[in-house]
């Protein structure tokens, strides 16, 4: 079974830092992209990026230039997203989903984790 | 970029009935070199996160209810779900994985008349 468990629910200030996780299971996780999704409170679905576990490729949506880094660690079969300087803003719940085409980018989003809700407040 | 649209934002469906929820896209997301559309339906329940109905348009993931069903070509897609139950009160994105950056519709909120 394909399973994708987040990291717990985090509260920052303006400024800080942060790094949220997703550890994968249940397939090869080398194989297969994983997206990045936010949804701010009472909103809908944003796509943030792709990274591939494989060889660490990544690809980030124009609608978030050098907001965040996405980055793997395959030893732990977990998935990334880093922000440097946490802004209000930045509130929102971040998911991680696995593309199902495995190499192939142009797919549709098969697994999701529970999702990480960001709180950014002074 | 492709720009996701759907219709209406909102509807009320008395159980047991027809909810018919309209996706369309600002440009073709059919490849016809293999004649597949790059478009999938998710349902996302409150307080959960989102699920895959449906992929390429028309095939049901593994496990949705033969109820949900997905239509549609080119720049025009329907989800319909076919005698509406309480579980199925949710918002559903449609989603299109033609082109980077793929992009979710606004979505469609069901519920109960």
């Known amino acids: 079974e394909v399973r994708l468990v987040q990291s717990g629910a985090e509260v920052k200030k303006p400024g800080e830092s942060l790094k949220i996780s997703c550890r994968a299971s249940?397939?090869?996780?080398?194989?297969?992209?994983i997206g990045w999704v936010r949804q701010m409170p009472g909103k809908g679905l944003e796509l943030m990026g792709f990274v591939f576990p494989g060889n660490s490729d990544t690809r980030y949506s124009p609608s978030f230039p050098g907001v965040v880094t996405m980055s793997v660690d395959k030893s732990v079969t977990t998935a990334y997203l880093r922000w440097s300087r946490l802004r209000a803003s930045d509130t929102a719940i971040y998911y991680c989903?696995?593309?199902?085409?495995?190499?192939?980018?142009?797919?549709?989003?098969?697994?999701w984790g529970q999702g990480t809700l960001v709180t950014v407040s002074s | 970029d492709i720009v996701m649209t759907q219709s209406p934002d909102s509807l009320a469906v008395p159980l047991g009935e027809r909810a018919t929820i309209k996706c369309k896209s600002s440009?073709?997301?059919?490849?016809?070199?293999?004649?597949?559309?790059?478009l999938a339906w998710y349902q996302q329940k409150p307080g959960q996160p989102p699920k895959l109905l449906v992929y390429w348009a028309s095939t049901r993931a593994s496990g949705v209810p033969d109820r949900f069903s997905g239509s549609g070509s080119g720049t025009d897609f329907t989800l319909t779900i076919s005698g509406l139950q309480a579980e199925d009160v949710a918002v559903y994105y449609c989603?299109?994985?033609?082109?980077?950056?793929?992009?979710f519709g606004p979505g469609t909120r069901v519920d109960i008349k």
């Open positions: 249940g397939y090869n996780f080398i194989d297969y992209w």
């Open positions: 989903a696995r593309v199902a085409g495995g190499w192939t980018l142009e797919s549709h989003f098969d697994s």
């Open positions: 440009q073709s997301v059919l490849s016809t070199s293999i004649n597949r559309n790059y």
């Open positions: 989603q299109h994985c033609y082109s980077t950056p793929f992009t």
